[in-house]
């Protein structure tokens, strides 16, 4: 089956600690991309890439860092998490035609 | 300046009527995508539908279709015949690759209740 995975689902996690939510697709997709979403912001986009080795910033990248080194896997680091990071936050591929595909999603509570 | 804009916090609608979730938008692009996502409670995103600046039919998809007026910037989502598995969080999005690279704009979303 043809989907995007994320995984944790959930993660609550304390101030400062290093986190890493992983996200992978099968479909051999070149583009993949993670999103935050806030009540009343809607999703916002903080890194994407175009292929392995390519990673652009979005419109909030501040506190993350990704690295696309396979084509199928793209994690979404977080080297000191703080509360205001607490969101929940989606993955994303595309063969660069629509639509873009989601993960399930991984609501991080950071305390 | 907002690029996806959705005034429409919350939507009410009886079953089986049609319902329209607005979105405008805004870019310099002439060449852009719009799409429509439902998120239902559980939280996944679904893709509904999706519409290219270029095309000169209004996209349909089932029970939706995404209304697009060009010069109006504006993209809204038809539903008609609404059913109690609609309600829902519905985000309209767009993708400008001339301007913006890959980057994808969600609007803040319109929460939609069918009413029984």
């Known amino acids: 089956e043809a989907q995007v995975t994320q995984n944790p689902r959930y993660l609550i996690t304390v101030t400062g600690k290093k986190l890493t939510v992983t996200c992978s697709q099968n479909m051999n997709h070149e583009y993949m991309s993670w999103y935050r979403q806030d009540p009343g912001l809607g999703l916002r986009q903080i890194y994407y890439?175009?292929?392995?080795?390519?990673?652009d910033k979005g419109d909030v990248p501040e506190g993350y860092k990704v690295s696309r080194k396979e084509k199928r896997n793209f994690p979404l680091i977080l080297e000191s998490p703080s509360p205001n990071q607490t969101s929940l936050y989606f993955c994303?591929?595309?063969?660069?035609?629509?639509?873009?595909?989601f993960g399930n999603g991984t609501r991080l509570t950071v305390t | 300046a907002q690029k996806i804009t959705q005034t429409q916090p919350g939507m009410f609608v009886q079953e089986k009527e049609a319902v329209t979730l607005d979105c405008t938008y805004d870019t310099s692009d002439q060449s852009y995508g719009l799409f429509w996502y439902k998120q239902p409670s559980s939280g996944e995103m679904i893709f509904l539908i999706y519409?290219?600046?270029?095309?000169?039919q209004n996209a349909t998809e089932g029970r939706y279709s995404l209304n697009f007026q060009k010069a109006r910037k504006s993209a809204n989502l038809v539903i008609s015949a609404s059913q109690l598995g609609d309600s829902a969080m519905y985000f309209c999005a767009m993708r400008e690759p001339l301007v913006t690279g890959n980057q994808f704009y969600f609007g803040t979303g319109t929460s939609l209740t069918v009413i029984p």
């Open positions: 890439s175009m292929n392995v080795e390519v990673t």
């Open positions: 994303a591929s595309s063969s660069g035609r629509p639509p873009l595909h």
């Open positions: 519409q290219g600046s270029y095309d000169e």
